[in-house]
């Protein structure tokens, strides 16, 4: 048997398209601070000008389901936008995560613009003393972010590697922030010392912020790949999957399930709920995001051996579900999921069947 965890791959360019977007409401830039209370995506408009918007809670991309949010923006034909803070500190009850370069890298392959930002206010959490929620970003520098976006000419990974040069600037107004935060509502924070030191990491540039990310990358992939969370209910092993792509970096991925049929390799993204229904919504979108990467990765490796990838898109239930028995908004998200499937090039399979793809 291949060792599972030697799996590479290289991507040179994505090709994709989503169905399963939803409408987006369509927002004055006057009225960001509504639109970011209101909405995780959605069009903002300036002047003549459109944009797609999506918003991440936090840098973490494991948590509140960021890719969902990216993925509604990319139905969407003019420049797409994702805000993303550059730390996100809870408190000293809470946890602490920081951007990563492969975060910056992946919405670059989607072609999606970055704008890092960081959070500017927010209220204490009324369960826990050193704890805080309700982070809101600071407005007036995501509003000159985007009013200069809406100039630039040149593409997406040009403008986010443009982005993290700023890493280190936009990381200490964080840290300030956090610091007037603390003070104004008597939380204590994590180490001020400890974020600085990795800020200063990041003002080293580039390199310094891409091999820093990595380290950390591969850190969780490993702990990924051997961790099966309880929302998972999958048969195989896990497998950790190393992305080159032309970016300058790797991209590391971890499957939730892998098989080998002779020169081919299935590469599987599992969804689970615990009833008899589809896997939530953002679940589902959370899952096609790792589709379009799955989908466009070419010269799959184990070792020197080459084989033909197969990605899966896997929804399981807690007890067997019957496509017969879906409600009339699951048949529709099903029938536009196997669409998406179809045109894409992945497939879909639901406990241990495939559904049968129309002629």
Known sequence: MPNLNNISAEITGVKYTPYLCRKLRTFELKDLVQALSEESTFILRINQQQIAVSWWVSAKRTRTYPYARVYD????????????????????????????YDTVSLMSLLGVYVIIGYYADAEVNSKYPNKITRQRYDIQQITGEIQKLLSYQSDALHWNLAQLEKAGEIGEKAIEAYSRI????????????LARKRIKELEKGKETFLKLSRNLAEKAQRRE???????????GEKATITIKNYLGGEYFLTSDEVEIHENEIFLIEGKHTKDKRLPALSDIKDG??????????????????????????????????????LNREERKTLGLLEKESEKNGFRILINTHFPKRKE
Do not use: C, W, Y
């Open 73 to 100: 923006s990319l139905a969407f034909s003019g420049k797409k936008v994702t805000l993303i803070p550059i730390v996100k500190d809870e408190g000293a009850d809470g946890e602490r995560d920081f951007l990563q």
């Open 182 to 193: 603390s003070t104004a509502l008597g939380v204590n924070m994590h180490s001020i010392e």
């Open 225 to 235: 790949s051997i961790t099966k969370q309880p929302k998972e209910r999958l048969d």
């Open 288 to 325: 096609l995001l790792r589709m379009i990467l799955l989908t466009n990765i070419q010269d799959v490796r184990i070792g020197n051996k080459q084989f033909t990838s197969v990605p899966i898109l896997k929804l399981t239930t807690g007890h067997p579900a019957k496509l017969d028995s």
